[in-house]
């Protein structure tokens, strides 16, 4: 079964330049969640979606971050414009349903370097 | 008090000794607890769900106290394999699947 896949792996941009990461989830899974996890953090959710509606976008700077699921699968998260402080890992993770016992699978992440 | 609190570490672990570590949450309507491993530059994988009767599995056992709401891991005979940062995650309370991942616990196994 293929995992999740998610790319770039890297990026390098300078602040206030334009950025956006893209994630395919496991085939099937209808939850899908954007985490930014800073360097000595764990994961921070940014956003999470079921099926190609979003269910929490609380701690999403919307100012600057959005994201979309559109048909459901596959989703792109973009920054704009992006600032120093964003430099981070941005993973993406899927689970088969919105039940919390389900365990949430993560794609490798996108590393970002904002300059 | 943040939502979510794990002890940094390291924790220096002699090959084949034990280790435990905790995890504190504040939410005391959370329902579901899990263990995840993150190597370096990895992205965190599922070491185990943590049941309310506790849960083993091989070498490694997860407790849960609603009491005093922490969940704990205890690695038993460590293997330099096991030396990585142990991330817990908790449910925000309500029953669908928000979760809430403390900083992460790092746990260096030395020979």
């Known amino acids: 079964e293929a995992g999740v896949a998610q790319s770039p792996r890297y990026k390098i941009i300078e602040k206030r330049q334009s950025v956006a990461f893209w994630c395919n989830p496991i085939?099937?899974?209808?939850?899908l969640y954007w985490y930014q996890q800073i360097l000595g953090q764990g994961p921070k959710l940014l956003i999470q979606f079921q099926n190609n509606g979003v269910v929490d976008d609380s701690q999403l700077p919307k100012d600057r971050f959005s994201a979309e699921r559109l048909k459901g699968v596959d989703s792109t998260l973009k920054i704009q414009p992006a600032k120093l402080e964003d430099s981070a890992v941005y993973l993406c993770?899927?689970?088969?349903?919105?039940?919390?016992?389900?365990?949430?699978?993560f794609g490798p992440g996108t590393r970002l370097t904002v300059l | 008090r943040k939502e979510v609190e794990q002890d940094p570490g390291p924790f220096n672990v002699p090959e084949g000794a034990t280790v435990a570590f905790n995890c504190t949450y504040s939410?005391?309507?959370?329902?579901?607890f899990f263990w995840y491993r993150q190597d370096c530059r990895k992205e965190p994988k599922l070491l185990m769900s943590v049941y309310s009767s506790g849960n083993e599995d091989g070498r490694f056992t997860a407790q849960l106290n609603r009491a005093s709401q922490y969940i704990s891991l205890l690695i038993r005979d460590s293997k330099l394999s096991d030396s990585a940062t142990y991330l817990c995650a908790v449910n925000i309370g309500d029953s669908w699947g928000k979760f809430q991942f403390g900083a992460g616990t790092q746990v260096v196994v030395t020979p």
């Open positions: 085939s099937g899974h209808a939850t």
């Open positions: 993770a899927s689970s088969p349903t919105l039940v919390a016992s389900d365990e949430q699978f």
């Open positions: 939410n005391s309507a959370s329902q579901s």
